[in-house]
């Protein structure tokens, strides 16, 4: 009778966290591979040898429209007169992975590639060769900025359209049926706008050192192709030249793709430090009443507004300057795994109940502090990894993986320790503190879903695509993850906020420790 109910109540129950946890454990397992994307240089210094056998330098970036490309010789060094060819190769295309998914080898195929490569991939291209160049000892003789740009023409279709074949008797048309025919092949004026788009920049005057201007808002490759002499001798290999490029926009050094991301960090920054002056003011308001878990949170806060003006600072960087301080890169990524650790931390504490339920969590603190470090460490070492130029691909696949167990095993312990304060909660009759707990496992039921929608989003549109054109949509895979927290975080601080009533949620040994 009523023992068998409440025992079918109690397995649904677990079969609900069950499936509420399987459902976060695929959600972050998706999610690890969305954060932290490695920012686009502006600037880029290439070190060109007779002796080495690589002639073609791809290099790739989103630019926005009205963007330049600028190329000039930094370092010059020939023992013996030399004759170099040089081209260059820039090329437009709608489809993001088509620029970014392949190797250096597989993008200097491209260069002079007038034909799509990828359904969907359409664009324009320029193709832009010098005469020759003489180099003699420190000095090349020829001058790489053009006085006009290049007008930029439409990739063919890899499989051309089928010409009608010619009627062998045309019939005669009257003056009439002319004049309309003539009319409907006349391309409209928006038609005739996009074709004809380029012909304004070729008037435009040229800024120093450029040698292209880009056409639209898209991804670009743009290769350099170097080669000496035809003529294989010891005296033309003796050789060594820097060439430096650049490629800036109406916003600086900056990729079209994060520049949104950057305003992202810098509104995200201006709101942790509002957090933090409230937090600041409750704290002081009340500063004889305070909890524990009310100092983690002030922690938290703290981290999350330094993490957020790093990672602007790094931006801005490289909107001045064209180039990522690795060092800072790598600090703002090991503040965000201390802070992402800590975020855990304070969430599984407020699970066990610490200072509400019970007043010291005991041995169940060195499990806390030991899966904490653990975390730690693999989200330093992937992080790190990420930013940095030539990494290990198995070393990264390993951490990926370790990240997501804890995560699964943390989201299971969150949920577990969860439903076990509830339930002492409710024995107790601690109504306050109940609706209080209520209201943190709704919060986090509700990060569960819309983590799991956003997952699904992000593989519907830019993983199961063969085309993936939506590429201005790439910083909210970034900056979904950090707002979801900040609204967690939000809810937290409202639910354990500093007030007169504080007493209410703080451990009372007179009530709590009534079995």
Not at 211 to 230: C, M, N, Q, R, S
Not at 371 to 393: A, C, P, Q, T, W
Not at 398 to 415: K, T, Y
């Amino acid at each position: 009778g009523t023992s068998g109910q409440s025992v079918n109540k109690m397995a649904a129950r677990r079969r609900g966290w069950s499936s509420l946890c399987l459902w976060l454990f695929t959600a972050l397992c998706c999610g690890l591979d969305f954060t932290g994307a490695v920012s686009e240089p502006g600037k880029w210094s290439i070190s060109i040898t007779g002796s080495q056998s690589q002639t073609r330098f791809p290099l790739r970036k989103i630019l926005f429209n009205n963007s330049y490309i600028k190329l000039k010789w930094t370092n010059v060094n020939c023992n013996t007169p030399v004759n170099l060819s040089v081209a260059w190769y820039l090329r437009s295309s709608h489809c993001y992975d088509e620029i970014f998914s392949g190797n250096d080898e597989m993008a200097s195929k491209y260069f002079g590639s007038v034909i799509e490569q990828e359904n969907g991939g359409n664009g324009y291209y320029i193709l832009h060769r010098y005469s020759s160049f003489v180099c003699r000892k420190n000095k090349t003789f020829g001058q790489l900025q053009v006085k006009l740009f290049d007008q930029p023409e439409l990739l063919k279709k890899e499989t051309p359209d089928i010409q009608p074949e010619p009627e062998p008797n045309p019939k005669p048309m009257s003056k009439r049926e002319a004049v309309s025919r003539k009319k409907a092949n006349k391309p409209s004026v928006n038609e005739d706008r996009k074709i004809n788009k380029t012909s304004r920049v070729i008037k435009h005057p040229v800024v120093r050192d450029a040698v292209a201007k880009t056409w639209e808002d898209a991804p670009y490759l743009f290769i350099i192709e170097v080669k000496g002499p035809l003529v294989d001798s010891p005296g033309n290999r003796n050789w060594h030249l820097n060439l430096e490029v650049e490629m800036v926009g109406p916003y600086g050094y900056i990729s079209a793709s994060q520049w949104p991301l950057m305003i992202f960090y810098m509104v995200m920054c201006i709101i942790y430090v509002l957090y933090s002056l409230v937090w600041l003011l409750l704290l002081a308001c009340y500063w004889k009443d305070l909890l524990r878990i009310q100092f983690w949170i002030g922690g938290i806060i703290l981290l999350g507004m330094l993490e957020k003006a790093v990672f602007y600072a790094e931006f801005q960087s490289i909107s001045r300057l064209g180039v990522s301080v690795h060092g800072a890169v790598v600090f703002a990524e090991l503040l965000s795994a201390v802070k992402r650790t800590l975020a855990r931390i304070l969430v599984i504490i407020a699970a066990l109940g610490y200072g509400i339920v019970k007043p010291r969590l005991g041995t169940t603190s060195y499990q806390v502090v030991g899966i904490g470090l653990l975390y730690l460490l693999f989200s330093s070492v992937e992080g790190v990894l990420r930013v940095s130029v030539d990494h290990s691909m198995a070393a990264m696949t390993i951490c990926e993986i370790s990240l997501a167990l804890i995560d699964s095993c943390i989201v299971w312990w969150i949920f577990v320790s969860l439903s076990q304060t509830m339930k002492q909660l409710k024995l107790r009759r601690t109504l306050v503190k109940l609706s209080l707990y209520r209201h943190f496992t709704n919060t986090l039921i509700f990060a569960v879903f819309a983590s799991v929608i956003f997952v699904i989003w992000v593989t519907m549109t830019f993983r199961l695509v063969t085309c993936q054109s939506d590429w201005r949509e790439l910083w909210i895979e970034d900056a979904f993850w950090r707002f979801l927290f900040s609204i967690l975080l939000l809810v937290i601080m409202f639910l354990w906020r500093p007030s007169a009533n504080n007493q209410r949620y703080a451990y009372s040994p007179l009530v709590d420790d009534i079995d």
